[in-house]
């Protein structure tokens, strides 16, 4: 499972670069040793935490146009979601 969560990892990152998604802000938390990272692109959202600065451990949530919540279990969640919510932009 850790070598699927870290090719997960590394599709996505390589999407949002291709993207041009940006790193809105990044905060460490030393207590559960947990980095949230938001990134965003236009009016879309989500975050990346990661368990002990090791992709993978790293957990992606995004939101769907309604606001709801995603947890991001492929490449094709955080498209669908993207694409859904760039779609209602006028």
């Not at 499972?1 to 990152?13: N, R």
């Not at 146009?65 to 006028?90: C, H, P, R, T, W």
Request: overall charge positive; proline content about 1%.
């Amino acid at each position: 499972m850790a070598k699927i969560k870290g090719s997960l990892h590394a599709k996505i990152h390589k999407w949002i670069d291709t993207i041009g998604f940006h790193l809105n802000g990044s905060q460490f938390n030393n207590k559960n040793n947990v980095t949230t990272k938001h990134y965003f692109f236009e009016t879309f959202n989500f975050l990346e935490k990661e368990k002990n600065n090791d992709p993978r451990f790293s957990q992606f949530l995004c939101f769907d146009a309604y606001g709801e919540a995603i947890k991001v279990k492929s490449l094709l969640d955080l498209q669908k979601a993207f694409f859904e919510n760039i779609s209602q932009l006028k």
